[in-house]
């Protein structure tokens, strides 16, 4: 079954640690999100890949990253994570046209505990 | 600036009707998403608005006024899988997707 897969599901962290989370997809997909989402709020944008293209949102700290090798993959580093940087991290595809917006499909995210 | 309303939490009966409201004030209007989340899981789609008027996919139905910059999905025949958190998002002019905090939906038997 096509799919956006994330590793790991659950990672823990100590503060300040570099620490990686992936995101891969079967979908093909030209548009990969990654988003924020801490208990009972809305997920917050971080950064987007339309195809090759870097979008960055004005508000996400310096502290966090992404890389997207090629089509199915996409990383977020964090550099420094901090005590406020727990969270769930969730990775989504579109595939976006100019004549229609398309629905996004999500991962199961990546649980992210700093101790 | 840009923002969408959904109210916190709703309750509601197994086998009832439920409506969960949803305005928003965005620059412009690309469509209208709704997604279920379960605790601990990611979003999934459920239904996606552009023109006014109503869609129906079996048991949920959504509903568009642009007019109102409103939105309501309404659930049917409620079972307790129900019980989740639907977020509103919004397609702004620049196809950028706004999200609403989400409504947590609790069905009771």
């Known amino acids: 079954d096509a799919m956006v897969i994330q590793n790991p599901r659950y990672q823990v962290t100590q503060f300040g640690k570099p620490v990686t989370l992936s995101c891969s997809q079967t979908?093909?997909?030209?548009?990969m999100y990654w988003y924020q989402q801490k208990s009972s709020q809305a997920p917050k944008l971080l950064f987007h890949?339309?195809?090759?293209?870097?979008?960055n949102e004005a508000d996400t700290p310096d502290n966090f990253q992404s890389r997207r090798p090629n089509t199915s993959f996409c990383f977020l580093d964090i550099r420094s994570p901090g005590l406020g940087d727990a969270a769930m991290y969730l990775c989504a595809t579109s595939r976006e046209s100019t004549d229609k917006p398309h629905e996004q499909y999500f991962g199961p995210g990546t649980r992210l505990t700093v101790t | 600036g840009q923002n969408i309303d959904q109210p916190t939490e709703m309750t509601a009966t197994e086998g009832a009707i439920v409506q969960i409201n949803c305005t928003y004030q965005t620059s412009g209007f690309n469509g209208l998403f709704w997604y279920q989340q379960h605790a601990g899981e990611a979003p999934t789609f459920l239904s996606y608005n552009v023109l006014d008027g109503l869609e129906e996919k079996g048991r949920f139905s959504s509903f568009l006024s642009r007019s109102k910059g409103y939105s309501y999905l309404l659930l049917k025949e409620l079972q307790m899988k129900d019980s989740a958190s639907y977020l509103c998002a919004v397609k702004d002019s620049n196809y950028q997707l706004i999200w609403g905090a989400g409504t947590k939906l609790i069905i009771k038997p």
């Open positions: 890949y339309y195809d090759k293209d870097f979008n």
């Open positions: 979908l093909n997909h030209n548009v």
